[in-house]
């Protein structure tokens, strides 16, 4: 019971060190990139159950191609109403992860109206 106890004391340990290094090297200069010059065609949003705030959807919409994977259909029917005003959905699938339970999990393709 006590190398038990140990392990987990260890493993605890091992967490946080683990977690503090990564924080570390992640607020280091080296990771302080320019991004702007960097262009992408298409973003990935998998926002939780609150779906996107304002900023975040106003954000996404200046992306030509969004996939946007959503476990809350009443959020992602709330973030469609303002991204169909820029793009328009060309893909849909609904999926069934946790049966016999309320939880789905839906997947939508959205491209901008100018690429139809």
């Given amino acids: 019971e006590e190398e038990e106890e140990e392990e987990k004391k260890d493993g605890k340990m091992m967490s946080a060190t683990v977690t503090d290094n990564i924080l570390s090297h992640l607020s280091c200069k080296h990771y302080e990139?320019?991004?702007?010059?960097?262009?992408?065609?298409?973003?990935?949003?998998?926002?939780?159950?609150?779906?996107?705030?304002?900023?975040?959807?106003?954000?996404?919409?200046?992306?030509?191609?969004?996939?946007?994977?959503?476990?809350?259909?009443?959020?992602?029917?709330?973030?469609?109403?303002?991204?169909?005003?820029?793009?328009?959905?060309?893909?849909f699938a609904f999926l069934d992860h946790f049966p016999y339970t309320k939880h789905v999990e839906c997947a939508v393709y959205l491209i901008q109206k100018e690429e139809l």
């Fill in 33 to 91: 990139k320019d991004f702007s010059k960097l262009h992408f065609s298409a973003v990935l949003v998998d926002p939780p159950r609150a779906g996107l705030d304002e900023f975040t959807r106003k954000n996404v919409a200046t992306y030509p191609a969004i996939l946007y994977i959503s476990c809350n259909p009443e959020a992602l029917k709330r973030d469609m109403k303002e991204l169909v005003q820029s793009h328009r959905a060309v893909q």
